[in-house]
């Protein structure tokens, strides 16, 4: 920490990261750096993540670390990294007090509001020192109540309260409010008496600002040279941030952002200047102030960005809209632009604030900044409309009455005909919502006719459904099936009118359709499903072929979803092989060979053409012959293509070859049967094991009889399975066969996993594909098209949509302690995209909704957290290839995880992702017994609410210390200490 190493603050590596970087890969008795020590080196010399690992070290000794007040260091660097959910984790188990752990939880989730009003309480109860543990309370944990509520307070725009709350407390904070309520008298006086860093970039953006509203008293050229010299800053502090992408570097991304907006801001301006001494003589005045602000409405940030930094924007932009207004009232045209940007600006924030879940500020921002503005055009007012009702129709039924005002004052003959539709639309919802059914119905209805007068559009239609559907749940038996036609007939009209782009979320519109022609098949869903299931764009069933499929059982729907599938071969004929040739082999149980025709060999050779009109006209006796026509008619489509046989080559050989081991496939079984004995074993009052564990064990005994014709394909395979089963299997089965209690099954099951992964964990992870397929490591075919690209995407896959395999990477990676196989299809995009190969009883799929939905979670999107991973080529009924199309993040996460376990001293099957406590919990259930087992449910903390955030390091800790430290039964919780 001396202050010659600052020389060397830019260059990389440097001093201090070697050094430190040296005393991480010690071993034995590494060096203690003290550490606040540590957290400076790592913030000043770009050193961040080599000091947490040994922060995250010192954690690992509880007793030195809480004496030096570790955990409050470390929680402030991931702060300063911008990991919210690592700071969440460290707080959680640091934090004396339950409402630090249920407002963390809050925050965690997004939900503002409530975490505010749980610090708010904290912060009253702690200055009157009431209530249980407010004594033991640190000055940290106080601090982080008000930095918290002071948070929420900014996401929730509540500026006039953090104004009052400043002056008393924080002075800095009053130059934030002062900028945001335009008080520009304050705001200079604010930052004149401020205690930031004249050099911080912060204080230079500031100082932009009032340079810029001061444009008048300023210098020639001081306002460029304050934005270049915050660019500068900005620059130095990017360079300082780790060099990996993260959250970290998501500030300074959008301070880039408002410099940009500073800098074309002081363009206006100028021109503005230039401009007025001869306005009159130039016709052609205004056209690079309209591209500047065009160009505003195309760049804004993510939907999921912070609501302070959309604020932070809206709030310049509202002030250069209102200098241009006042400059330019001479020049009409310069004048409108500038009140057309501050209406659209007012619209766009409350949108946003709405899609953030901030239905009350997105109200709040329309009745504070739309009604004054002296213009406003149609198309805005419309949208103003539309934010509010959407947003009344958020909150809940305390706001309906309000919703309905607002809806019934609409002038809706100034609209456009869209814009009429739009407003009976959202009517219509909220007549339902407040329970007047017949004029709701009566809206719908006449939204649907203006809106197909105009052009196909599916928004009216999709809402019609779903009032349709909501009084279907409700209905009574005699009016079902009337609301489920209905129902119907509305989500075809909608999924018939989807265009390619603009209307998203179809997924649960078809899904939805799907299940209530299921559910109702009587003759009226039927004649409406079929009036127009040929209508529906095809591309809309591809993410529910597997669905479809099913369907072909169900006599009433079978001849619709016939048709359906044969316009899907037509199309799109790739996607739908791997899920026809997968239902086809599960409804031949006896090994019939999908690659085998069906077909009397006698019978005339016909056309595609004429197979397909064949496979039109023959009705559906049975799902069987159903299926084997789709698939030889499948089978057609692509030998015009010269496909079929690559396509059977590929599922083939990633079914036989690159399935487990039978070391492998039972111990993942062994794995999942202790999995669910510590899931079980803390709700049993005996030792003896339940009947669905029993069973359990009784199927992986099974499983060592069946290894033969597991792999039956794969004479490698086969022939390994045999020695195994002979040298094992006796064994295996007489110690499980007579096992009838609890301890002595978790005894036998450990003593069994760690047998077969001994041989396992220095067994090579990487494999050469050319060893394993020697087909797949030659196959090259550019006419296949790469699976799963259709799997949950919102547009017509047409034309340039197509990726093509160009070939298979020569490397397969194991994944996981599973050790599944990774097999990379290159595709002719350039991107190599992983394939899993998992062995499963039932091939899963998971719903293309569900992944919609995770894509959407703020939070999650917030935190670049993977948002699909998606079964997608099934080869077998039991062999499935998962495509992680987010880089393989998730399994290279967890075999980084694994990797940690074994630094920290933690055999391999504790360290799995979901069962990190599986050395402290069998210590405890097999040394205890039943009868006072029950106190140990405190390890999964039941009553504890909001359990988020939970750190991996805590995790690894109790695995590996926490054994011998609560080897003595406690009479409280045995976590409290921590």
């Known amino acids: 920490a001396r202050e010659y190493h600052t020389r060397q603050l830019r260059p990389w590596p440097n001093c201090i990261q070697a050094l430190l970087d040296g005393v991480a890969t010690c071993q034995m008795s590494p ?14 010399f770009n050193a961040w993540h080599i000091s947490l690992k040994l922060l995250e070290d010192h954690m690992m000794q509880p007793a030195k670390a809480a004496e030096e007040g570790t955990d409050l260091f470390l929680a402030d660097l991931y702060q300063l990294l911008n990991e919210e959910d690592m700071y969440t984790a460290v707080w959680q188990l640091r934090a004396y007090n339950d409402e630090t752990k249920v407002g963390l939880g809050h925050l965690q989730h997004g939900y503002w509001a409530y975490g505010q009003d749980v610090f708010f309480g904290a912060m009253n109860r702690a200055q009157t020192l009431a209530g249980p543990g407010m004594l033991q309370l640190s ?90 010299q915050a660019c500068q800053t900005a620059v130095k502090h990017h360079a300082s941030l780790p060099d990996v992408p993260a959250l970290v570097h998501v500030p300074v991304l959008q301070q880039f952002h408002q410099l940009m907006e500073l800098r074309e801001s002081s363009m206006i301006i100028k021109e503005l200047s230039a401009g ?53 009232r001479d020049v009409p045209h310069v004048a409108a632009m500038a009140q057309r940007g501050t209406a659209w600006s007012v619209t766009k924030f409350s949108h946003v604030a709405r899609k953030q879940r901030l239905p009350e500020l997105a109200l709040h921002w329309l009745d504070k900044k739309f009604y004054s503005l002296p213009v406003v055009e149609n198309a805005e007012s419309y949208m103003k409309i539309r934010e509010q009702l959407k947003s009344y129709l958020l909150i809940g039924s305390e706001y309906h009455g309000s919703a309905l005002s607002t809806v019934n004052g609409v002038n809706v003959d100034v609209l456009t005909n869209p814009q009429k539709a739009g407003v009976l639309r959202l009517r219509g919802e909220v007549l339902a919502r407040i329970g007047k059914n017949s004029d709701a119905y009566t809206a719908f209805s006449a939204a649907t006719d203006i809106q197909d007068a105009n052009g196909p559009s599916s928004k009216a239609w999709l809402a019609w459904g779903r009032y349709c559907d909501m009084q279907l749940g409700t209905a009574q038996e005699a009016a079902a099936p009337t609301w489920a036609n209905y129902a119907v007939s509305c ?11 603009k209307n998203h979320g179809s997924g649960t519109p078809a899904a939805r359709l799907l299940s209530l022609v299921g559910e109702h098949p009587t003759d009226g869903v039927r004649a409406t499903f079929d009036k127009f299931a040929d209508s529906i764009p095809s591309w809309l069933w591809l993410p529910w072929l597997t669905h479809l499929l099913g369907m072909l059982h169900s006599p009433p729907v079978a001849n619709t979803v016939k048709n359906i599938i044969v316009r899907l071969i037509q199309y799109h004929p790739q996607p739908v092989f791997y899920r026809l040739r997968a239902f086809r082999m599960a409804l031949h149980p006896t090994g019939v060979d999908a690659d085998a025709t069906m077909t009397d060999p006698s019978a005339p050779t016909l056309t595609h053409e004429e197979k397909e009109t064949k496979v039109r006209q023959t009705p559906v006796v049975s799902a069987k012959q159903a299926v084997n026509d789709l698939f030889d008619l499948v089978k057609s489509s692509l030998q015009t293509s010269h496909t079929s046989t690559d396509l059977e080559l590929l599922v083939r050989e990633l079914s036989t070859c690159l399935q487990l081991t039978p070391e492998e496939y039972l111990l993942n079984m062994l794995k999942a049967i202790a999995s669910m004995c510590y899931q079980s074993a803390f709700s049993l009052q005996t030792g003896t094991v339940p009947a669905v564990l029993q069973h359990q064990v009784k199927l992986a005994i099974a499983s060592l009889h069946r290894l033969y014709d597991t792999y039956a394909t794969s004479p490698a395979l086969k022939a390994r399975s045999i020695a195994f089963r002979s040298a094992h299997g006796v064994a295996f089965e007489a110690e499980f066969a007579l096992i009838t209690e609890m301890p002595k099954l978790l005894e036998l099951l450990h003593k069994w996993i760690d047998m077969l992964s001994g041989p396992l964990t220095n067994a090579p992870r990487r494999l050469a594909l050319h060893q394993l397929s020697p087909v797949l490591s030659q196959l090259q075919n550019p006419a296949i098209e790469l699976p799963g690209q259709y799997a949950a995407q919102d547009f017509d896959p047409t034309g340039e949509q197509h990726m093509k395999l160009e070939r298979l990477e020569h490397e397969v990676v194991l994944v996981g302690e599973q050790r599944y196989r990774c097999v990379f299809f290159r595709a002719t995009n350039g991107r190599v995209y992983p394939f899993h190969v998992q062995l499963t009883p039932i091939a899963p799929q998971l719903p293309p909704g569900d992944n919609r939905s995770a894509g959407r979670g703020l939070e999650g999107v917030h935190l670049f957290v993977p948002g699909r991973v998606e079964a997608v080529g099934l080869c077998y009924p039991s062999v499935v290839a998962l495509l992680d199309d987010k880089g393989s993040s998730l399994w290279r996460f967890q075999v980084r995880f694994s990797q940690q376990g074994k630094e920290r001293g933690v055999t391999n099957w504790i360290t799995e992702s979901n069962n990190s406590l599986a050395h402290f919990r069998y ?46 039964p406690q009479p409280t919780c045995c976590c409290d200490a921590h």
Request: charged share 25%.
């Open 923 to 968: 210590q405890r259930v097999c040394s205890t017994p039943f009868s006072a087992v029950s106190h140990l449910q405190c390890i999964d903390r039941p009553d504890e609410p909001l359990k988020v955030g939970s750190s991996r390091l805590w995790a690894l800790h109790v695995a590996t210390a926490g054994c011998a430290e609560h080897d003595t």
């Open 491 to 501: 989500y075809s009209q909608g999924l018939r009118h989807q265009s390619d782009t």
């Open 31 to 44: 060096p203690r750096i003290p550490p606040e020590v540590l957290k400076y080196l790592g913030r000043t």
């Open 139 to 228: 000055f940290a944990e106080k601090n982080l109540w008000e930095e918290k509520w002071i948070e929420c307070a900014r996401r929730l725009q509540q500026w006039e309260i953090l104004a009052d709350y400043s002056r008393q407390q924080h002075p800095d904070l009053s130059i934030e409010c002062a900028w945001r309520a335009s008080d520009w008298n304050l705001f200079r006086d604010a930052l004149s008496r401020s205690s930031l860093a004249t050099e911080s970039l912060q204080y230079k953006i500031y100082q932009a600002y009032l340079s810029m509203h001061d444009v008048s008293l300023a210098k020639p050229g001081d306002l460029d040279t304050l934005i270049t």
């Open 276 to 328: 007025n001494r001869n306005a009159t003589q130039q016709p052609q005045f205004g056209n690079d102030i309209k591209q500047v602000l065009d160009g505003w409405r195309n760049r804004l940030p993510q939907i999921w960005d912070d609501i302070a930094h959309w604020n932070n924007l809206f709030q310049w932009r509202e002030e250069v809209y209102g200098i241009v207004t006042k400059s330019m």
